[in-house]
């Protein structure tokens, strides 16, 4: 289990070292070496890239959401669950301080060495999530529910051999397209966290790093919608996907009712060690 261990904490360190690396790069340029267009490209592209690091590891779930959501469905043991949510959030956290360091003296030059949470010298933001400020904290639960269940159910449906699974090589470039796309259509509210691991590790790291307690207290408490609102999100996602095809997938002479041998396992088995495939 160490090794799949390490495979989530590098695959989550890639993850968040472009993703949040594009957004410190658009924040702290005032938008002259950035856009909304590139951090959406910058998630996407770091997601696929993360597959392709740990997917025939551990799978490369990067996101406690989906490794909840496998777990509840039966795809991945329920041992596993805290050791790869742990190994996830670490990634995330090292990967926050590493672009920390890379920007630091441009962090410096443009809040003059006083780090904001919040406000036109806000820089919080390049890490975690915030909602915008017409967003109400139900709004916001309601578009983590939604896009994580987006994301989590396309996950299925793009790893379904059943259903019309594109090549294993292929997978993680489609799972990428899938956050880059939840991005430029629901990333407007609160920055589409749609990943624990993503806001928490990086969350921590601010509160450490300089912007303090607040960055837990800001914008109504808005820290803990990430985390229980994704969760809630990937299991309802799996779930949805299971009810509306799985279930009703024609069984053949060499199938019976089990799922087993059904998808581009989310997490590696030993007797289907050539087939691993990856997942944000």
């Excluded at 880059?180 to 629901?186: A, D």
Aim: glycine share 12%; charged share 10%.
């Amino acid at each position: 289990m160490s090794r799949e261990a390490l495979a989530e904490f590098i695959s989550t360190f890639i993850l968040v070292s472009f993703g949040v690396g594009s957004v410190a790069q658009k924040v702290l340029s005032h938008g002259e070496f950035g856009s909304f267009f590139s951090i959406n490209f910058g998630w996407g592209i770091g997601v696929t890239l993360g597959c392709y690091w740990a997917g025939g590891v551990s799978g490369a779930h990067m996101n406690p959401a989906v490794t909840l959501a496998s777990a509840v469905v039966r795809r991945l043991d329920w041992v596993k669950v805290p050791v790869y949510c742990i190994a996830q959030v670490f990634g995330a956290f090292i990967a926050s301080a590493v672009v920390y360091g890379i920007y630091y003296d441009s962090l410096n030059a443009f809040d003059g060495g006083v780090r904001y949470v919040l406000g036109e010298k806000g820089t919080a933001g390049i890490w975690a999530t915030y909602p915008q400020a017409y967003v109400s904290t139900s709004n916001g639960f309601a578009d983590q529910l939604f896009g994580t269940a987006l994301l989590v159910s396309c996950i299925f449906a793009i790893l379904d051999r059943n259903n019309n699974a594109p090549n294993k090589g292929v997978a993680p470039v489609m799972i990428g397209l899938v956050v880059f796309v939840i991005g430029t259509s629901f990333g407007s509210n609160c920055g589409y966290a749609i990943n624990p691991a993503r806001d928490l590790g990086p969350r921590i790291f601010t509160a450490m790093a300089g912007w303090g307690a607040e960055v837990f207290t800001a914008a109504n408490h808005w820290a803990w919608v990430p985390v229980v609102a994704c969760s809630l999100g990937g299991v309802l996602g799996a779930i949805v996907y299971m009810i509306f095809i799985e279930l009703h997938h024609p069984l053949t002479n060499n199938q019976d009712n089990s799922t087993d041998n059904q998808y581009l396992p989310i997490s590696p088995r030993e007797d289907d060690e050539d087939e691993r495939s990856a997942t944000v």
